[in-house]
């Protein structure tokens, strides 16, 4: 089932650094990948999310940028902020179907 | 806003007994259910999809016999863990959707099986 390969498996970064995330997909029928971001003891929560006729889309700190041709994504959280320590999940989906999931990356900002 | 609840939060069953976990969405209609499972140190499998008006696809590996699926109308869903047994433990997510490609989910039903 893992359609989804997600590194790193964690991370740790200075507070005000960038984080960044990759993802990469096997099948080329995808055509949405939202970022799913966690905390302990809560349900996955969409923090940002891309089509594939995009390359590209932003939201305040957070931008995901898409590669169609090397079934590539990757997501960049600039000013990492302590609050931003959580549990990020990358997935890939196509419409009437459900969202696979990545394994997850474990952020910590230090302060 | 669109939320979706489970319940119960935590469960604790016998090895070889049953627990059935419930999911309700409010806020939306929830045309479709995904159930996952996150096991220990493992990211989130497909357990099984249930769209409205469609037969419920379960994914390689689980099965209706052993997680049986109830989606009987566009604000709740239900799943059964049959026979429940140490691999069966971990985090059960609800996540439903309504027309659009957005997935809402819940906090989940944590699962330890004794």
């Known amino acids: 089932q893992q359609q989804v390969r997600q590194s790193p498996q964690s991370l740790t970064v200075w507070e005000g650094g960038t984080t960044v995330l990759t993802c990469s997909y096997e099948?080329?029928?995808?055509?949405?990948f939202p970022w799913y971001q966690q905390f302990p003891g809560e349900g996955p929560a969409l923090l940002i999310s891309?089509?594939?006729?995009?390359d590209k889309k932003e939201d305040g700190r957070f931008t995901t940028f898409f590669n169609k041709r090397e079934k590539k994504l990757s997501l960049h959280i600039i000013d990492s902020q302590p609050g931003d320590s959580a549990t990020y999940f990358c997935?890939?989906?196509?419409?009437?179907?459900?969202?696979?999931f990545g394994a997850g990356t474990k952020l910590s900002v230090k302060p | 806003g669109a939320l979706v609840y489970q319940y119960p939060r935590r469960t604790i069953c016998k090895s070889g007994t049953s627990m059935r976990m419930e999911c309700q969405a409010v806020g939306f209609q929830a045309t479709s259910v995904a159930w996952y499972r996150q096991s220990p140190q493992k990211t989130f499998e497909l357990i099984a999809l249930?769209?409205?008006?469609?037969?419920?696809?379960?994914e390689q590996n689980f099965t209706q016999e052993k997680f049986p699926i109830s989606h009987p109308n566009l604000s709740f869903s239900s799943m059964t863990v049959l026979n429940a047994y140490l691999e069966d433990r971990g985090l059960y997510l609800c996540g439903a959707r309504d027309y659009s490609y957005e997935q809402y989910f819940g906090p989940g039903t944590r699962l330890t099986v004794l």
């Open positions: 891309i089509l594939s006729v995009s």
């Open positions: 249930s769209t409205v008006n469609s037969a419920i696809k379960y």
């Open positions: 997935a890939a989906m196509r419409n009437n179907n459900a969202p696979r």
């Open positions: 099948d080329s029928t995808f055509n949405y």
